[in-house]
T-cell receptor
Framework: DAKTTQPNSMESNEEEPVHLPCNHS???????IHWYRQLPSQGPEYVIH???SNVNNRMASLAIAEDRKSSTLILHRATLRDAAVYYC?????????????FGKGTLLTVNP | GAVVSQHPSWVICKSGTSVKIECRSL??????MFWYRQFPKQSLMLMAT?????????EQGVEKDKFLINHASLTLSTLTVTSAHPEDSSFYIC??????????????FGDGTRLSIL
């Protein structure tokens, strides 16, 4: 599976925007960029995904670089409930059965 | 609301017993489900892919006789940890994807099962 690189941790203040980066220099043309997050003691939760164009949903925005070798998850106004580990995962035809391979992710701390 | 349900949420049992964990897709039929294990402060590690009506596919290093997977129906997969020992204590998580959807669709996760072996 193509690998992603994320910072181990980031810190933000409540109600401020948060930009979580992800590098994926070996991404293939058919790989989708998925983001999940995991709150303490819970299973992961889908956040957003995209292929080439920037994407917005009720939870976040995903900005994808033009060469697709990096992307940024944007939380427009962080809340305390956004404190979680955020995983950037590539998902595509390589491998089998749609399985997800989790890296270490970024631990986001939100300060009140 | 939740689309994948996992039961039980937590279980404590004595060493040597077997523990069954259930994973249900609530509003769709899942021909494929996945089982992950997560140790404290670590990421999720895929254990196996559960296939309805056929044998599960285990990741390298996962003992198939230790972790029995049964996917007898399109909405239920079970993971049985046989003769559990303290080193099997972990957070077990299942997931599923709606059928017929490709790599551009999300995977839905259960809330996990905290297993503690005394």
């Amino acid at each position: 599976d193509a690998k992603t690189t994320q910072p181990n941790s980031m810190e933000s203040n409540e109600e401020e925007p948060v930009h979580l980066p992800c590098n994926h220099s070996t991404i293939s043309g058919t790989d989708y960029i998925h983001w999940y997050r995991q709150l303490p003691s819970q299973g992961p939760e889908y956040v957003i995904h995209g292929l080439t164009s920037n994407v917005n949903n009720r939870m976040a925005s995903l900005a994808i670089a033009e060469d697709r070798k990096s992307s940024t998850l944007i939380l427009h106004r962080a809340t305390l409930r956004d404190a979680a580990v955020y995983y950037c995962i590539l998902r595509g035809p390589r491998g089998s059965n749609y399985k997800l391979t989790f890296g270490k992710g970024t631990l986001l701390t939100v300060n009140p | 609301g939740a689309v994948v349900s996992q039961h039980p949420s937590w279980v404590i049992c004595k060493s040597g017993t077997s523990v069954k964990i259930e994973c249900r897709s609530l509003d769709f039929q899942a021909t494929t489900m996945f089982w992950y294990r997560q140790f404290p402060k670590q990421s999720l590690m895929l254990m196996a892919t559960s296939n309805e009506g056929s044998k599960a596919t285990y990741e390298q290093g996962v003992e198939k006789d230790k972790f029995l997977i049964n996917h007898a129906s399109l909405t239920l997969s079970t993971l049985t940890v046989t003769s559990a020992h303290p080193e099997d204590s972990s957070f077990y998580i299942c997931s599923a994807t709606r059928p017929g959807q490709g790599f551009n669709q999300p995977q839905h996760f259960g809330d996990g099962t905290r297993l503690s072996i005394l």
